[in-house]
Protein backbone atom coordinates (compact mmCIF):
# COMPACT_ATOMS: atom_id res chain seq x y z
CA UNK A 1 0.00 0.00 0.00
CA UNK A 2 2.73 2.34 1.01
CA UNK A 3 4.13 1.64 -2.57
CA UNK A 4 1.27 2.51 -4.68
CA UNK A 5 1.28 5.67 -2.26
CA UNK A 6 4.11 6.70 -3.49
CA UNK A 7 3.64 5.71 -6.96
CA UNK A 8 0.51 8.19 -7.15
CA UNK A 9 2.71 10.78 -5.52
CA UNK A 10 4.90 10.63 -7.87
CA UNK A 11 2.72 10.94 -11.11
CA UNK A 12 1.08 13.60 -9.72
CA UNK A 13 4.02 15.52 -8.91
CA UNK A 14 4.95 14.57 -12.64
CA UNK A 15 1.39 15.99 -14.07
CA UNK A 16 1.61 19.24 -12.01
CA UNK A 17 5.58 19.74 -13.19
CA UNK A 18 3.94 19.08 -16.92
CA UNK A 19 1.46 21.67 -16.82
CA UNK A 20 3.85 24.32 -18.44
CA UNK A 21 3.48 25.14 -22.02
CA UNK A 22 6.18 23.05 -22.96
CA UNK A 23 4.98 19.72 -20.95
CA UNK A 24 1.36 20.34 -22.59
CA UNK A 25 2.26 20.78 -25.56
CA UNK A 26 5.07 17.54 -25.57
CA UNK A 27 2.20 15.56 -23.35
CA UNK A 28 -0.66 16.34 -26.38
CA UNK A 29 -1.73 13.72 -28.91
CA UNK A 30 0.10 14.36 -32.34
CA UNK A 31 -3.03 16.11 -34.23
CA UNK A 32 -3.05 18.51 -31.45
CA UNK A 33 0.60 19.22 -31.71
CA UNK A 34 0.29 19.54 -35.37
CA UNK A 35 -2.40 22.13 -34.62
CA UNK A 36 -0.45 24.16 -32.31
CA UNK A 37 2.67 23.60 -34.68
CA UNK A 38 0.27 25.30 -37.32
CA UNK A 39 -1.14 27.97 -35.09
CA UNK A 40 2.51 29.67 -34.03
CA UNK A 41 3.70 29.48 -37.49
CA UNK A 42 1.10 31.22 -37.94
CA UNK A 43 1.43 34.45 -35.20
CA UNK A 44 4.92 34.30 -35.81
CA UNK A 45 4.50 34.67 -39.84
CA UNK A 46 1.93 37.03 -38.61
CA UNK A 47 3.55 39.26 -36.71
CA UNK A 48 6.83 39.32 -38.87
CA UNK A 49 3.95 41.09 -41.75
CA UNK A 50 2.30 43.30 -39.26
CA UNK A 51 5.84 44.94 -38.76
CA UNK A 52 6.81 45.14 -42.09
CA UNK A 53 3.61 46.76 -43.23
CA UNK A 54 3.89 49.49 -40.04
CA UNK A 55 7.17 50.20 -41.14
CA UNK A 56 6.43 50.48 -45.20
CA UNK A 57 3.00 52.37 -44.15
CA UNK A 58 5.31 54.81 -42.12
CA UNK A 59 8.13 55.46 -44.65
CA UNK A 60 5.43 55.91 -47.58
CA UNK A 61 3.72 58.60 -45.46
CA UNK A 62 7.16 60.32 -44.44
CA UNK A 63 8.34 59.94 -48.04
CA UNK A 64 4.62 61.14 -49.62
CA UNK A 65 4.81 64.30 -47.38
CA UNK A 66 8.31 65.27 -48.81
CA UNK A 67 7.01 65.01 -52.64
CA UNK A 68 4.25 66.60 -51.95
CA UNK A 69 5.71 69.62 -50.32
CA UNK A 70 8.20 69.57 -53.22
CA UNK A 71 5.67 69.61 -55.86
CA UNK A 72 3.52 72.28 -54.27
CA UNK A 73 6.46 74.65 -53.28
CA UNK A 74 6.12 75.71 -56.91
CA UNK A 75 9.03 74.81 -58.98
CA UNK A 76 9.10 73.53 -62.31
CA UNK A 77 8.06 70.45 -62.67
CA UNK A 78 10.13 69.54 -65.73
CA UNK A 79 12.87 69.73 -63.28
CA UNK A 80 10.92 67.93 -60.40
CA UNK A 81 10.76 64.87 -62.88
CA UNK A 82 14.58 64.68 -63.91
CA UNK A 83 15.00 64.56 -59.69
CA UNK A 84 12.48 61.74 -59.26
CA UNK A 85 11.47 60.18 -62.53
CA UNK A 86 14.60 57.87 -62.30
CA UNK A 87 14.01 56.68 -59.00
CA UNK A 88 10.41 57.09 -57.65
CA UNK A 89 10.29 56.08 -53.77
CA UNK A 90 6.92 56.27 -52.85
CA UNK A 91 3.34 55.86 -54.58
CA UNK A 92 2.83 59.66 -54.83
CA UNK A 93 6.30 60.00 -57.12
CA UNK A 94 5.50 57.02 -59.23
CA UNK A 95 2.02 58.51 -59.83
CA UNK A 96 3.67 61.95 -60.87
CA UNK A 97 6.83 59.97 -62.81
CA UNK A 98 4.08 57.49 -64.73
CA UNK A 99 2.26 60.62 -65.68
CA UNK A 100 5.49 62.93 -66.49
CA UNK A 101 6.62 60.17 -68.79
CA UNK A 102 3.56 59.76 -70.95
CA UNK A 103 3.23 63.71 -71.14
CA UNK A 104 6.66 64.30 -72.50
CA UNK A 105 6.25 61.24 -75.13
CA UNK A 106 3.50 63.10 -76.46
CA UNK A 107 4.75 66.98 -76.21
CA UNK A 108 8.24 66.42 -77.16
CA UNK A 109 7.29 66.77 -81.08
CA UNK A 110 4.44 68.87 -80.65
CA UNK A 111 0.77 68.35 -80.40
CA UNK A 112 -1.90 70.52 -81.47
CA UNK A 113 -5.52 70.99 -80.17
CA UNK A 114 -7.33 68.10 -81.56
CA UNK A 115 -4.82 66.12 -79.51
CA UNK A 116 -5.80 67.47 -76.24
CA UNK A 117 -8.67 64.57 -75.12
CA UNK A 118 -6.42 61.90 -76.58
CA UNK A 119 -3.42 62.94 -74.68
CA UNK A 120 -5.67 63.86 -70.95
CA UNK A 121 -7.06 60.25 -71.69
CA UNK A 122 -4.37 58.64 -72.33
CA UNK A 123 -2.69 60.19 -69.22
CA UNK A 124 -5.87 59.37 -66.87
CA UNK A 125 -5.10 55.76 -67.80
CA UNK A 126 -1.34 55.68 -67.19
CA UNK A 127 -2.09 57.02 -63.74
CA UNK A 128 -5.16 54.75 -63.15
CA UNK A 129 -3.17 51.91 -64.19
CA UNK A 130 0.00 53.20 -61.84
CA UNK A 131 -2.31 53.21 -59.05
CA UNK A 132 -4.14 49.62 -59.13
CA UNK A 133 -0.42 48.17 -59.81
CA UNK A 134 0.72 50.24 -56.38
CA UNK A 135 -2.46 48.80 -54.34
CA UNK A 136 -2.16 45.40 -55.37
CA UNK A 137 1.37 45.66 -54.37
CA UNK A 138 0.64 47.17 -50.86
CA UNK A 139 -2.10 44.71 -50.57
CA UNK A 140 0.28 41.93 -50.41
CA UNK A 141 0.81 39.40 -47.71
CA UNK A 142 -2.78 41.26 -46.24
CA UNK A 143 -5.09 38.15 -47.35
CA UNK A 144 -2.99 36.21 -45.10
CA UNK A 145 -3.58 37.97 -41.91
CA UNK A 146 -7.31 38.22 -43.03
CA UNK A 147 -6.69 33.87 -43.35
CA UNK A 148 -5.27 34.13 -39.89
CA UNK A 149 -7.89 35.98 -38.47
CA UNK A 150 -10.60 33.87 -39.28
CA UNK A 151 -9.62 30.67 -39.52
CA UNK A 152 -6.80 30.30 -36.09
CA UNK A 153 -10.05 30.58 -34.00
CA UNK A 154 -12.06 27.41 -35.56
CA UNK A 155 -8.44 25.79 -35.99
CA UNK A 156 -7.82 26.18 -32.17
CA UNK A 157 -11.38 24.42 -31.63
CA UNK A 158 -10.86 21.72 -33.74
CA UNK A 159 -7.81 20.73 -31.60
CA UNK A 160 -9.55 21.74 -28.01
CA UNK A 161 -11.99 19.18 -29.49
CA UNK A 162 -9.87 16.76 -30.43
CA UNK A 163 -8.00 16.93 -26.70
CA UNK A 164 -11.39 16.74 -24.76
CA UNK A 165 -12.08 13.84 -27.18
CA UNK A 166 -8.89 12.38 -26.05
CA UNK A 167 -9.46 13.36 -22.18
CA UNK A 168 -12.94 11.38 -22.56
CA UNK A 169 -10.99 8.15 -24.07
CA UNK A 170 -8.99 8.19 -20.86
CA UNK A 171 -11.41 8.46 -18.45
CA UNK A 172 -13.01 5.41 -20.09
CA UNK A 173 -9.93 3.71 -20.23
CA UNK A 174 -8.69 4.07 -16.70
CA UNK A 175 -12.26 4.32 -15.15
CA UNK A 176 -11.03 7.10 -13.32
CA UNK A 177 -12.72 10.19 -13.27
CA UNK A 178 -10.30 12.15 -10.75
CA UNK A 179 -8.59 15.35 -11.67
CA UNK A 180 -5.41 13.96 -11.99
CA UNK A 181 -6.74 11.66 -14.70
CA UNK A 182 -9.18 14.88 -16.44
CA UNK A 183 -6.99 18.28 -15.50
CA UNK A 184 -4.18 17.78 -18.32
CA UNK A 185 -6.03 16.61 -21.08
CA UNK A 186 -8.30 19.61 -20.89
CA UNK A 187 -5.17 21.70 -20.42
CA UNK A 188 -3.97 20.60 -23.53
CA UNK A 189 -6.94 21.02 -25.75
CA UNK A 190 -7.71 25.00 -23.96
CA UNK A 191 -4.03 25.34 -24.65
CA UNK A 192 -4.93 24.98 -28.14
CA UNK A 193 -7.82 27.31 -28.22
CA UNK A 194 -5.37 30.15 -26.35
CA UNK A 195 -2.89 29.50 -29.53
CA UNK A 196 -6.02 30.08 -31.95
CA UNK A 197 -6.83 33.36 -30.23
CA UNK A 198 -3.77 34.52 -29.44
CA UNK A 199 -2.90 34.09 -33.28
CA UNK A 200 -6.26 35.72 -34.34
CA UNK A 201 -6.51 38.36 -32.37
CA UNK A 202 -3.38 40.46 -33.71
CA UNK A 203 -4.28 39.32 -37.01
CA UNK A 204 -7.59 40.79 -37.45
CA UNK A 205 -6.64 43.92 -35.58
CA UNK A 206 -3.65 44.80 -37.96
CA UNK A 207 -5.70 43.70 -41.08
CA UNK A 208 -8.72 46.43 -39.82
CA UNK A 209 -5.90 49.33 -39.31
CA UNK A 210 -4.02 48.07 -42.53
CA UNK A 211 -7.14 48.47 -44.47
CA UNK A 212 -8.07 51.84 -43.01
CA UNK A 213 -4.51 52.50 -43.89
CA UNK A 214 -4.55 51.71 -47.43
CA UNK A 215 -7.86 53.18 -48.15
CA UNK A 216 -6.59 56.82 -46.80
CA UNK A 217 -3.46 56.24 -49.32
CA UNK A 218 -6.08 55.18 -51.87
CA UNK A 219 -7.75 58.43 -51.21
CA UNK A 220 -4.56 60.41 -51.10
CA UNK A 221 -3.56 59.37 -54.88
CA UNK A 222 -6.71 59.47 -56.48
CA UNK A 223 -6.57 63.08 -55.30
CA UNK A 224 -3.16 63.60 -56.25
CA UNK A 225 -3.97 62.36 -59.82
CA UNK A 226 -7.24 64.17 -59.95
CA UNK A 227 -5.08 67.53 -59.16
CA UNK A 228 -2.09 66.89 -61.34
CA UNK A 229 -4.86 66.05 -64.42
CA UNK A 230 -6.14 69.57 -63.85
CA UNK A 231 -2.43 71.21 -64.22
CA UNK A 232 -1.26 69.60 -66.59
CA UNK A 233 -4.82 70.29 -68.64
CA UNK A 234 -4.42 74.53 -67.72
CA UNK A 235 -0.76 73.66 -69.58
CA UNK A 236 -2.24 72.04 -72.62
CA UNK A 237 -4.90 75.20 -72.78
CA UNK A 238 -2.12 77.82 -71.87
CA UNK A 239 -0.02 76.19 -74.97
CA UNK A 240 -2.93 76.72 -77.37
Do not use: C
Not at 43 to 54: G, L
Not at 85 to 101: E, H, I, Q, R, V
Not at 192 to 205: E, M, Q, S
Request: glycine share 8%; charged share 20%.
Amino acid sequence: MENETIVVTQELGGAAADMSMVGLFLQADIVVQIVMIVLILASFWSWAIIIDKIMRFRRISADADEFENEFWSGGNLEDLYRRVGGSPDNPLAMLFAAAMKEWSRSTEKGIDKHAHTGLQARIHQVMRVTIDRELERLEKYLGFLATVGSTAPFLGLFGTVWGIMNSFQSIAATKDTSLAVVAPGIAEALFATALGLVAAIPAVVAYNKFSNDLQRIVTRLEGFSGEFSAILSRQLDQGD
